[in-house]
């Protein structure tokens, strides 16, 4: 196999194993027109038309837990794999000035089509050694509070920003408990809504709870297409409510955290489509599709204020929530007093 | 009187120890006696009314119900509440082990609450507050819609009349039943203090046992001020999750209030018996 195809058939999931026998057809005609010197690429080529139409078949049927699988895959492109491909002049940029520095949230300066921006985001690696360093993505404190003075660099030099999210969750730990992980993630809200500048939030992966939160006030937030957002994992909202971990696939039904469902709720803003089998097939082009999904956000808001931004992103919070205002209730307790 | 086996004398005062702590749980109203979570002292009810519900013997805080906390805290009679008739939907249809419409009904029916917060304003020596008050007996004080909606509301009449916040907190986190949404809750109640904040109005955060997940990592840990009651248990993730993700054991003492002030994120462990006076105290200096 050519490396490509052996990347690619190591990453399969387990619901794409139809896959696989046509990877091994395609290996075997390799072979043959190898040894043979037959001209086999036009069989070649209709197998690999197949395996992009079965791929299609199975990705149009996929389940909620399937697309947690995507979004979770070890080979999903990740927050610098982004930054490297829809930005140039990239700097990273360290620490909260207080306590270190979090490998699991990165940032820095940027150029993205001409103009200068401030970009952040949860790291996750893509090996277990890589893991390790970068905590899988779970940052700690000091990582929320890095993310917060990168976006006041970009606001007191009038600077958009782009935040990219990928996060199982901010670090459930002791060192994590005692620097103030509430208080880190509580004040990045309070301090993101009053952001002066532009601000575009990506959910890339994983959207978990209040770490992905912690970063994700965007003006806009806009979603990969094989991404999740949930406000606890499905695993743990299953052993939780259910009592049962392995009903993670009825809870993650049951929570809504699909692309698709948080856009009929309102809580995203738009869907970002991904290459057919999802974006580690073809990180390029996830890339490409980011980056026309940012330009076009970005228009809108540039055209804004500070005082309009900071209005438009109060509003759109604002009016989260789903509830019912019982004026019956209220009408009997009227007439009764 | 018969008499009875030594192992018959120890399973029956073990029942009777039992039935105590059962008594004492379901905090029957007419019951003499309850005894104390933490040191076992028996203490007469009255006794425990009149000490803020303070143990006597070891200073244990028995946990409060919102409209204790209002009695406790506002001068008699002020308190006026807003938005009571906003109620939690099943707006997702999610059922866990019983459908969420029906676990709304029954919290309301038990706790007599519409759910899990009580907003509106009051005074306190005459200082004019907006307030918001969580109980934990509503869904174990778990934010959804209803609970961000109302803080919010609350905050931005705080906003308007230029007077300032005061939030009780007490909860379990966000309500899972209500999906992203409560995660939402989060950005809107913190945005509003953003508001607060930008208009230079006070807000005092008055964190109790206890103080978890999404509302602690949003308006409980936003105070001017943070107070915290003496032993609350108050962070981001649970003693439990933290456990079993570090597979540790945990330092003793480990997210109390006490730990919290040790490391600076709390201003001030304050007895609830000498809250009000601390309260008074604050206002004083930013009304002054």
């Known amino acids: ?337 | 009187m018969a008499k009875i086996s030594i192992h018959e004398w120890f399973s029956k005062r073990k029942k009777e120890k039992e039935s105590d702590y059962k008594i004492e749980r379901l905090d029957v109203p007419g019951n003499l006696w309850v005894k104390c979570y933490k040191c076992n002292a028996a203490i007469f009810s009255k006794d425990l009314k009149e000490n803020y519900k303070i143990c006597p013997k070891c200073g244990y805080h028995f946990k409060l119900s919102a409209k204790e906390r209002i009695e406790m805290t506002l001068d008699e009679n002020s308190f006026k509440e807003f938005d009571q008739y906003i109620r939690s939907k099943d707006f997702l249809d999610f059922t866990d082990s019983k459908p969420y419409a029906k676990r709304l009904t029954e919290a309301i029916a038990k706790s007599g609450l519409n759910d899990a917060v009580i907003t509106g304003e009051g005074t306190i020596e005459k200082m004019p507050v907006k307030m918001g008050i969580m109980d934990f007996s509503f869904m174990g004080g778990s934010m959804g819609s209803v609970v961000g909606e109302k803080i919010t509301r609350m905050i931005e009449h705080a906003v308007e009349s230029k007077q300032p916040v005061i939030i009780f907190s007490t909860s379990g986190g966000a309500r899972m039943q209500e999906g992203i949404m409560s995660l939402m809750q989060m950005a809107k109640t913190s945005e509003a203090l953003g508001r607060l904040r930008l208009n230079g109005i006070p807000y005092i955060s008055i964190i109790t046992d206890p103080t978890t997940g999404g509302t602690s990592a949003s308006y409980a840990m936003l105070g001017d001020i943070n107070i915290a009651e003496p032993g609350a248990l108050i962070c981001f993730a649970g003693p439990r999750v933290i456990e079993q993700t570090i597979r540790q054991k945990l330092p003793p003492g480990f997210q109390r209030s006490e730990y919290l002030k040790d490391h600076g994120m709390v201003d001030i462990v304050c007895s609830r018996n000498e809250l009000k006076a601390t309260l008074v105290k604050l206002l004083k200096f930013f009304s002054n």
């Open chain 1, 1 to 337: 196999m050519t490396q490509k195809e052996e990347q690619k058939t190591k990453n399969l999931f387990n619901f794409e194993k139809p896959l696989m026998e046509l990877y091994k057809k395609i290996e075997e005609l390799r072979k043959v027109s190898e040894s043979s010197q037959m001209d086999l690429s036009e069989e070649i080529k209709m197998l690999e038309k197949r395996i992009e139409t079965l791929r299609r078949d199975i990705f149009s049927k996929i389940s909620i837990m399937q697309v947690v699988q995507v979004a979770r895959h070890i080979s999903r492109p990740t927050t610098l794999d982004y930054i490297g491909l829809i930005c140039s002049d990239f700097v990273e940029l360290h620490g909260d000035r207080n306590f270190g520095d979090d490998k699991a949230m990165v940032g820095g300066i940027a150029q993205f089509e001409g103009r200068s921006v401030v970009v952040v985001g949860q790291q996750k690696g893509k090996s277990t050694k890589e893991n390790i360093e970068r905590n899988f993505g779970m940052a700690h404190p000091e990582g929320y509070r890095k993310a917060l003075r990168l976006m006041r660099i970009a606001e007191r030099f009038n600077k958009p920003i782009i935040s990219f999210i990928d996060t199982p969750g901010a670090y459930p730990g002791i060192g994590a408990e005692e620097r103030g992980q509430a208080e880190a993630v509580a004040k990045n809200l309070r301090e993101m809504a009053n952001l002066t500048v532009p601000f575009i939030s990506i959910i890339t992966g994983e959207g978990g709870s209040g770490g992905a939160l912690g970063i994700g006030m965007g003006n806009k937030v806009l979603m990969l297409e094989y991404s999740i957002y949930s406000v606890i994992s499905p695993e743990g909202c299953a052993s939780i409510l259910f009592r049962d971990s392995s009903r993670a696939q009825q809870a993650a039904e049951a929570m809504k955290i699909s692309a698709k469902d948080l856009l009929a709720l309102g809580v995203i803003d738009e869907i970002i489509k991904e290459p057919v089998g999802g974006a580690h097939n073809d990180p390029e082009k996830a890339a490409n599709f980011i980056k026309h999904a940012i330009i076009k956000n970005l228009d809108g808001l540039l055209k804004l204020s500070p005082r309009e931004l900071i209005a438009d992103r109060y509003n759109k919070y604002r009016k989260m929530g789903i509830f019912a205002e019982v004026a019956e209730l209220a009408d009997a307790h009227d007439s009764k007093s």
